[in-house]
C-alpha cells in the first residue's frame, strides 16, 4: 500500500475530472446514496472500423479493488477551497462497494453493446467514469489496431517497435500489452515485457553499424556476443548488406548462427525478393527475412499481396498510435437509480434506458446476431457480460492470465465473419437487434419523460 505522502498520478482517486468530485459532493449533500447502474458503450464505429476488440478490464478491475483517498491529497483537496469538510471526511473512509459486469478482454464488440457496467452507489460510480473510459478506450483502440495488423500479416510474426513514438510511457506500456493480447509475438519495450511477462524482441539499430570502422566489422563484433541475432542491413546499402551477411555465413562456416536480416528502408517487396534470392543461392535457406519501417495493416496487405517474401514484421508507430482511427466514441451512462431506468433524450444520443445483457448467436462456427436485452432477460445465445467484481472486491474468475485472454482474442477473430476483417467500412456491418422487452421499456420512458417536458 502506498504511503499518504506518495502521489502516483497513475492510480490516484485523483484521477478524476473536477465534475465527478463536484457531483459526488452534491449526491452525498443530498443523501443520494441509493444504487446506480452505469454502463460503458460506443454508439458508432470509427469510419474505418467493423468491429472493436475490447481490452483493459484488468487495470480497471485493480484500480476499483484498491481506489483509496491518500491523507496528501484530501489536504490537497482541501487547499482547492470548493470542498466541505464533512465531504472530506467521507472521502477519507471511501471504498469502492459495488458490482461490476463486463465482457472478457479481448472480446469482439459492435455499436450499443455495453462492455463495462458498474452498479454502485451513485457516488461510488460517478467518481470512477474518468479512469474507466481512460483505460477501457487506450486499450481497446490498440487492441483494435494490433488485430487488424495481425490479421493482416497472415500468420506472421508481428512485433510491437512503437514504444518510442507512443504517447507517454503508460500508453507504450498498454500498447504493447494490448497487442501481444491481439496476437503479436511480443514487442520491443524491456519494462512491459517485464511487468506483462509477454516475449521481448530487438538487436541493433543503424547507430551500432555506423559507431564501426565499416559494416561487416559492426557484424563480426555482434555476432560474437549474440551468434543467433537479426542483422540489419540497410544502414548503407541493402543488398551490399546482405552479401556481407552472406560473406560472413562463409568465413564463420558451421560457426555462423544468425538467425534472420531486417529491411528497414527502401522499396521491400523488392528488396526482400533480391535479399531471398541471394541467401537462397548461398545455402542460407534458413535465415527469414524480417522488415520494418512505417507499416501498418494496409501497408502489409498490400506487401503480401506483391508476393514480398518477408517473414516478420515490426509495426511501430501506427501500431503506438492508430492514425487512422485513433479514438473510439465510448460514453459512460447512467441507466437505472434506485432500480429505475434512466435515459437521455439528446438528440443521436438516446440509448436505451435500464441494465442490460448481450447474447451473441454463433452459428456454422461464425458470429451471425447479436441481441441487446434487459437484465435479467434469458435468450438463446452466449451472454456476453459476465461478473468479475462482487461487493468491490475482483471474482477468482476475473483473474484471467494474459495468456488465456490472448488464446480468447484469437478464439474471437475466428469466429469473426470473413467479410468484418476488410481494412475499410463494409456496406451491411454485423447485425445487433434490440430485444422487443427492451424497446417496449425504451417506447414506454421516452413517452413519460416527454410527457413531463410538456407539463
Known amino acids: 500500500m502506498l504511503s499518504s505522502n506518495h502521489f502516483d498520478p497513475h492510480h490516484s482517486a485523483l484521477f478524476t475530472d473536477l465534475y465527478e468530485l463536484t457531483m459526488m459532493q452534491a449526491y452525498y449533500a443530498e443523501g443520494m446514496t441509493a444504487q446506480a447502474a452505469f454502463e460503458l458503450f460506443f454508439r458508432k464505429l470509427p469510419k474505418n472500423r467493423n468491429y472493436i476488440m475490447t481490452a483493459g478490464l484488468n487495470e480497471v478491475l485493480d484500480y476499483l479493488e484498491n481506489l483509496r483517498f491518500m491523507d496528501a491529497e484530501l489536504d490537497w483537496l482541501r487547499q482547492q477551497g470548493q470542498f466541505s469538510e464533512a465531504f472530506l471526511q467521507t472521502l477519507r473512509d471511501f471504498r469502492f462497494t459495488g458490482d461490476v459486469h463486463a465482457v472478457p478482454e479481448g472480446t469482439i464488440v459492435f455499436e450499443n453493446e455495453p462492455v463495462v457496467q458498474i452498479v454502485a452507489p451513485i457516488p461510488q460510480a460517478q467518481l470512477v467514469e474518468t479512469y474507466v473510459l481512460n483505460q477501457i478506450h487506450l486499450q481497446s483502440v490498440a487492441a483494435t489496431k494490433a488485430a487488424r495488423v495481425v490479421t493482416a500479416a497472415q500468420g506472421r510474426n508481428v512485433v510491437d517497435f512503437g514504444s518510442r513514438r507512443s504517447h507517454g510511457t503508460d500508453a507504450a506500456l498498454k500498447v504493447a500489452r494490448t497487442s501481444y493480447l491481439a496476437g503479436a509475438a511480443g514487442t520491443s519495450n524491456v519494462a512491459a515485457g517485464r511487468l506483462y511477462d509477454i516475449p521481448i524482441f530487438g538487436t541493433m539499430a543503424h547507430s551500432y553499424v555506423q559507431a564501426h570502422p565499416d559494416e561487416m566489422a559492426a557484424f563480426k563484433a555482434f555476432t560474437r556476443e549474440f ?29 555462423f548462427k544468425v538467425k534472420s536480416i531486417r529491411l528497414d528502408s527502401g522499396d521491400l517487396t523488392e528488396l526482400a525478393r533480391v535479399s531471398r534470392q541471394l541467401l537462397d543461392e548461398a545455402g542460407l535457406a534458413q535465415m527469414k527475412i524480417l522488415a520494418s519501417s512505417g507499416l501498418d495493416e494496409y501497408k502489409l496487405t498490400e506487401l503480401l499481396a506483391a508476393g514480398a517474401p518477408i517473414d516478420g514484421f515490426g509495426v511501430g508507430t501506427e501500431l503506438a498510435v492508430s492514425g487512422d482511427a485513433p479514438d473510439i466514441d465510448f460514453s459512460y451512462k447512467l441507466v437505472a437509480y434506485e432500480d429505475q431506468p434512466r435515459m437521455k433524450l439528446s438528440s443521436k444520443k438516446m440509448n436505451p434506458p435500464g441494465r442490460k445483457q448481450v447474447f451473441r448467436i454463433i452459428e456454422d462456427g461464425q458470429m451471425t446476431r447479436d441481441v441487446i436485452a434487459q437484465h435479467g432477460e434469458t435468450l438463446s445465445g452466449e451472454a456476453l457480460l459476465q461478473p468479475v467484481m462482487r461487493n468491490g472486491q475482483r471474482l477468482d474468475s476475473s483473474r484471467i492470465p494474459l495468456t488465456k485472454a490472448r488464446e480468447h482474442a484469437q478464439n474471437q477473430l475466428e469466429l469473426l465473419p470473413p467479410k468484418l476483417t476488410a481494412l475499410e467500412r463494409v456496406e451491411e456491418g454485423y447485425p445487433v437487434e434490440i430485444s422487443a422487452a427492451l424497446q417496449e421499456t425504451t417506447r414506454q420512458l421516452q413517452q413519460e419523460l416527454e410527457q413531463k417536458m410538456r407539463e
Open 227 to 255: 551468434p543467433e541475432t537479426t542483422l540489419l542491413v540497410d544502414t548503407y546499402d541493402t543488398l551490399k548488406g546482405v552479401r556481407r551477411v552472406i560473406e560472413l555465413a562463409r568465413q564463420l562456416g558451421d560457426d
